[in-house]
């Protein structure tokens, strides 16, 4: 059952990832398992929803053990190492490539989300201590910071466009430099590559 298990989250996460909430289906899931439709496990997913939660509380799972063996301490270091090490995992696994793209759709939406690794929250308390080491207010930095660079980031990661580790790396820091210097860290330049 687990073995079963296992294989339907790991067939949704590509299906989500490639077609997104609204596009995935039952049978899309399925033909990615290459059975039939009622393979899939009604008993346990009884809904697309149900499926989608699976997938992302799957991998909130993985991105809470990933922040927990960070060396770096909070701050501008640590929250770019986490978003350098989720994106290239969203981009080869496609439970942390269908998380990734769920979230970004159900947090737009009046569906549910899984609470169990917040990026938010994560993301405003790096930049806090970050704030906070560099002598900045933090009631300075933009209200929605966390949300344009987590956004930012994923959109970068999830456009398609197949380049190596090293490249995607490198695009990711032409777009957090500039981001967070805008935020006031204006040793970005010089804590990201660090990550």
Do not use: C, N
């Amino acid at each position: 059952m687990a073995a079963s298990r296992e294989a339907i989250v790991l067939a949704a996460g590509g299906t989500f990832a490639a077609h997104g909430y609204e596009g995935a289906s039952f049978s899309r899931v399925a033909e990615a398992m290459g059975k039939p439709k009622s393979a899939v496990g009604y008993h346990l997913f009884p809904s697309k929803l149900a499926l989608a939660t699976a997938v992302v509380e799957r991998q909130q799972e993985r991105w809470a053990a990933t922040e927990a063996e960070l060396d770096d301490p909070a701050g501008i270091e640590r929250l770019t190492a986490m978003l350098l090490a989720t994106s290239i995992e969203a981009r080869t696994d496609p439970v942390a490539a269908g998380a990734v793209r769920l979230l970004h759709e159900l947090l737009h939406s009046e569906l549910p989300v899984p609470r169990g690794f917040i990026w938010s929250t994560f993301i405003r308390a790096q930049l806090a201590a970050a704030a906070t080491r560099a002598g900045i207010p933090e009631a300075s930095l933009p209200e929605h910071a966390h949300h344009l660079l987590l956004e930012a980031t994923f959109g970068l990661v999830t456009t398609g466009r197949r380049e190596s580790d090293a490249e995607l790396a490198r695009r990711l820091r032409a777009l957090w430099v500039p981001l967070l210097v805008s935020f006031g860290f204006t040793d970005a330049e010089r804590l990201v590559p660090a990550a």
